[in-house]
């Protein structure tokens, strides 16, 4: 049906655009990234200092209403009788209108929010390393019984440092674990290599290989079409 069909993409997009105010609102909660943010904006009635992410909370409730909307496209389609009958076409009438312009809303404030996010790199930074240090307990391990230490000691030791990191940060003291290590002489034989073993950027896999292919296989050859009016940005009137 195609009526089922083109509900179903614009359920899809919404469902993509909910999930990425989702990602947005948890980013602003913990400061790293934040949507724009005008001199004349209030962030919260009650606190000043908030600066809610209301246009991420906006999609995501208009995402939200737009997703279900196949569900009205579908139950019209399965209660059409030979002879369609009001019940089809008034409803018909309400959910294809409000799914364009919900699609519409949801597409404007996904630009809008993405044409000038604000990324705070400190605050990455700082969170990162708050237990990057940690993940590097596996590397420290296979270091020290590279250059001849007894695996099971040193594992003992880790665990116990790793403890009490643990506990330090729970009390608001922040992650010891990398200033442990380096100030026990158990691990003196591969001081020389604690740089290299706590630098962050060992710890973050494939992922900068993954984001920078799929930039280049997926999205800039569906941008290609649009190319004369990327540049174009949104102002929200609302």
Request: proline share 3%; net charge negative; glycine share 4%.
């Amino acid at each position: 049906c195609e009526l089922d069909d083109f509900m179903a993409v614009l359920s899809k997009l919404a469902v993509v655009a909910e999930r990425i105010g989702w990602n947005l609102r948890m980013w602003q909660h913990l400061n790293e990234v934040q949507e724009p943010f005008s001199e004349e904006q209030r962030g919260s009635s009650a606190m000043p200092w908030k600066k809610n992410p209301k246009d991420a909370e906006r999609m995501c409730g208009i995402a939200r209403f737009l997703k279900f909307m196949v569900l009205a496209a579908s139950d019209t389609y399965a209660g059409q009788i030979f002879e369609r009958t009001l019940d089809d076409s008034s409803c018909r009438r309400l959910f294809i209108t409000e799914a364009f312009l919900a699609a519409d809303s949801v597409l404007r404030i996904l630009q809008h929010i993405g044409q000038s996010p604000i990324v705070h790199h400190d605050v990455i930074d700082y969170h990162l390393r708050q237990f990057v240090s940690l993940m590097a307990s596996e590397h420290l391990l296979a270091a020290m019984v590279s250059a001849g230490q007894n695996r099971n000691v040193s594992y003992e030791k880790l665990q116990q440092h790793s403890f009490t990191a643990m506990e330090d940060i729970r009390q608001g003291r922040g992650n010891s674990f990398e200033t442990l290590v380096r100030d026990d002489d158990h691990f003196a034989p591969i001081s020389g290599q604690f740089d290299s073993l706590f630098d962050p950027s060992r710890y973050t896999g494939a992922a900068a290989i993954q984001t920078q292919t799929y930039l280049d296989g997926v999205v800039r050859p569906a941008l290609e079409p649009y190319a004369r009016v990327l540049d174009q940005r949104v102002d929200l009137q609302i």
